[in-house]
């Protein structure tokens, strides 16, 4: 099983970016998806989260309105749209798969700065 992560980058505060996570060897559509992110010296937080099927998601408050998190089950992947970003958002981007067991991806780098 593999989640790759791509899509990070260097934007400036206000900006957007669109992460992407590709999963293989397991059955996509089944999965929960989540997007984690970890900031330096920080615990790793929920940032969004979409079920197996793409009909419910949820988000954490700091993004509501900013973020928003789809599936494509076709293409076994997961996005996260990311705009008006803001220095805070400054964080290692994981992808996250959640059925009977739990996978990671290896996280891409997200750095908001003027």
């Known amino acids: 099983v593999q989640l790759v992560e791509s899509g990070g980058g260097l934007v400036q505060p206000g900006e957007s970016l669109r992460l992407s996570c590709v999963a293989s060897?397991?059955?996509?559509?089944?999965?929960?998806m989540r997007w984690y992110r970890q900031a330096p010296g920080k615990e790793r937080e929920l940032v969004a989260a979409?079920?197996?099927?793409?009909?419910?998601?949820n988000y954490a408050d700091s993004v509501k309105g900013r973020f928003t998190i789809s599936r494509d089950n076709a293409k076994n992947t997961v996005y996260l749209q990311m705009n008006s970003l803001k220095p805070e958002d400054t964080a290692v981007y994981y992808c996250?798969?959640?059925?009977?067991?739990?996978?990671w991806g290896q996280g891409t780098q997200v750095t908001v700065s003027s």
């Open positions: 979409i079920s197996s099927a793409g009909d419910s998601t």
């Open positions: 060897g397991l059955t996509f559509s089944r999965y929960a």
């Open positions: 996250y798969a959640n059925w009977l067991r739990v996978y």
